[in-house]
């Protein structure tokens, strides 16, 4: 299945930290009724991840919601634990960012969005994109080519609103 506008996002179950340890999340569910950006990146931790990914959206994140986005969601192929850490790290905790993690890189893989650069350490991991979703349905989509960091980015995605 690819990402594609007037597609709907794929049913997955994702994993956050709760306040007991790692919750399952159903993607579906999570996007039921509601107004949300989803983006993808390929990790934690990771340069342009951290440095430009990621901020991009924390800088964009009261401008979404002026907009009536309920939800800005980061996924990852990485486990609650490190997601969790990182979005305490990155300040994206504090925006109210939501990190998801597609831990064993299952969704990312049957979107045909999986790539691997060993020479990084990165096996398995997610090419970025990132999309408006309402009800499930994908509404706008900024698809990134393979190493690159450019209309994946919050203000790149609020320019298409």
């Given at each position: 299945m ?36 989803v ?19 924390i ?58 650069a ?17 009800d ?26």
């Open positions: 690819a990402l594609s506008v007037g597609g709907r996002m794929p049913e997955a179950s994702l994993v956050t930290m709760g306040a007991d340890g790692p919750v399952t999340v159903k993607l579906s569910e999570r996007l039921r009724g509601r107004k949300v950006v983006f993808a990146l390929p990790g934690a931790f990771t340069g342009p991840c951290s440095t430009a990914h990621v901020p991009s959206f800088r964009t994140a009261d401008a979404f919601r002026a907009k009536g986005v309920d939800e800005i969601i980061c996924i990852s192929v990485n486990d609650p634990f490190t997601l969790k850490a990182w979005g305490e790290a990155t300040g994206a905790t504090r925006a109210g960012i939501t990190h998801l993690g597609d831990a064993d890189g299952s969704m990312t893989r049957g979107l045909g969005l999986d790539f691997t060993p020479q990084l350490g990165l096996i398995g991991r997610s090419n970025r994109y990132a999309a408006l979703v309402e499930g349905v994908i509404t706008r989509l900024n698809l990134d080519k393979p190493g690159e960091c450019d209309i994946s980015r919050g203000e790149a995605l609020l320019a298409t609103l």
